[in-house]
């Protein structure tokens, strides 16, 4: 009797100890979301990847007009959910396919920027913004635009300049096709200038025009050996826009270490990709699975190279509890739960990117004094053969068709003159 009295009393501690881990568990929840919102409230996350413009090409042909963006549900993005996830600033992508080298990708990337600004100017809870300033000041969600692939600017400087004039203020220097500048981590997709290796010459020439005009350099999709090279080359600091560790999940799209440790030399940014292949090398993976990611990444380069670029509508793939924007909450609550401090996440969101955007406006600035690169990239390393070569072609058919109209106009002089003489020389002949 003793002993099923003591052991009804053991039953009954072991319940109420439950009962309060519970109660400890959920109130400790509870105020780290609050903690959470708080804190993204203060410092609005500045998102570095996002590809919804190219779903609205694919599936609206960019007809903006047929569509709600506030409350899209074709899409993992849209305004509400941008809201609900805390975003004050998103970069969109101008994403220009790979199978548009060297035929029309010039007018695509047009195209998707046009896509992003009218997007940006018709809702008023957007506002396109182009400086490091503008984010800051802006009452409403900032707009920014990055271009996606450097194919986009046809090895062409000129174009790469009309693209900083149009806004465009980061560049990813490869997708997943090599240029013939710059060679990508995506080995064996496109079979298009194979023969590229790292970063050539101008490659180097890209970057320092980049540094130059103001343009933030984007490693994301760069092969090992192209990050090293432009982070030996470049003045400014560096971003990945959305890519994760490679000691994580070893594939070519993530960050070795070595090149992690120059990024913090660099003062660069890793905007960690939150794909599911690409954090967890598998189909599934879950926001433990992301915060890993960032706890290492802050291992090895420091906090004040964390970032976040969701990469949003462009995979398929997500983890559980980060299915859209709108969970971003989720990740900085877990990170706040795993020990990160207030004033880390704060660089997290928002401080680390604008640290970078302030320094390559710097950079700019300080190069005030340097004209523009008339570098341009030589025939042989262009494999194709429907670029129109203006030094030679126009000054020589000009010539060339001018002294065949000088001939062709003696010719119908002579036989002009011949016909008026000829009745009069005819008629002397019969008066002979
Ligand atoms: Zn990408």
């Not at 490679?246 to 993530?254: D, G, H, T, V």
Request: charged fraction near 25%; include cysteine; charge should be neutral.
């Amino acid at each position: 009797m003793a002993w099923k009295a003591s052991w009804s009393q053991w039953s009954i501690r072991w319940i109420l100890l439950c009962i309060l881990v519970l109660l400890v568990s959920s109130y400790n929840d509870s105020e780290l979301h609050l903690r959470t919102i708080r804190l993204m409230k203060q410092a609005p996350l500045i998102d570095g990847h996002n590809d919804f413009a190219l779903q609205i090409r694919r599936l609206y042909q960019n007809k903006l007009s047929t569509i709600n963006l506030r409350i899209l549900n074709s899409t993992r993005t849209n305004i509400k959910k941008l809201k609900d996830g805390y975003v004050g600033a998103q970069f969109w992508s101008a994403y220009v396919l790979c199978s548009s080298q060297d035929k029309d990708a010039v007018r695509l990337a047009l195209e998707q920027i046009d896509v992003i600004k009218r997007m940006c100017n018709e809702y008023d809870e957007l506002e396109l913004v182009t400086s490091s300033e503008g984010i800051v000041k802006t009452s409403k969600l900032a707009c920014l635009i990055g271009i996606e692939g450097g194919h986009a600017i046809d090895s062409s400087l000129g174009t790469l300049r009309m693209f900083y004039d149009l806004g465009v203020r980061y560049m990813s220097l490869t997708h997943t096709c090599n240029t013939p500048w710059a060679e990508t981590s995506s080995y064996g997709v496109h079979s298009s200038y194979q023969d590229t290796k790292s970063l050539t010459d101008f490659g180097k020439e890209v970057v320092k025009e980049m540094n130059r005009i103001g343009m933030i350099i984007d490693l994301s999709h760069t092969s090992f050996s192209t990050s090293r090279e432009v982070l030996n080359v470049s003045k400014a600091p560096v971003i990945f826009s959305h890519s994760a560790a490679f000691a994580l999940c070893k594939i070519n799209r993530n960050i070795p270490d070595d090149i992690l440790k120059q990024v913090k030399e660099n003062k660069g940014l890793v905007m960690v990709n939150f794909h599911t292949e690409f954090v967890a090398c598998q189909k599934t993976a879950n926001i433990s699975t992301v915060a890993d990611h960032f706890d290492y990444i802050s291992r090895v380069a420091g906090f004040q190279s964390v970032g976040i670029g969701g990469d949003y509508d462009g995979v398929n793939g997500y983890p559980s509890g980060l299915e859209d924007p709108s969970k971003y909450p989720s990740l900085i609550q877990e990170l706040l739960r795993r020990g990160w401090k207030e004033k880390e996440l704060e660089g997290v969101l928002r401080g680390n990117f604008l640290r970078v955007f302030r320094e390559v406006e710097k950079v700019r600035d300080e190069q005030i004094y340097l004209n523009p690169s008339e570098e341009e990239i030589s025939d042989d390393e262009l494999n194709y053969s429907c670029r129109l070569d203006l030094r030679s072609f126009e000054p020589k058919n000009l010539q060339k068709s001018g002294g065949q109209e000088k001939g062709r106009s003696m010719l119908d002089l002579i036989l002009n003159v011949s016909i008026i003489f000829l009745p009069v020389l005819l008629r002397e002949l019969r008066g002979w």
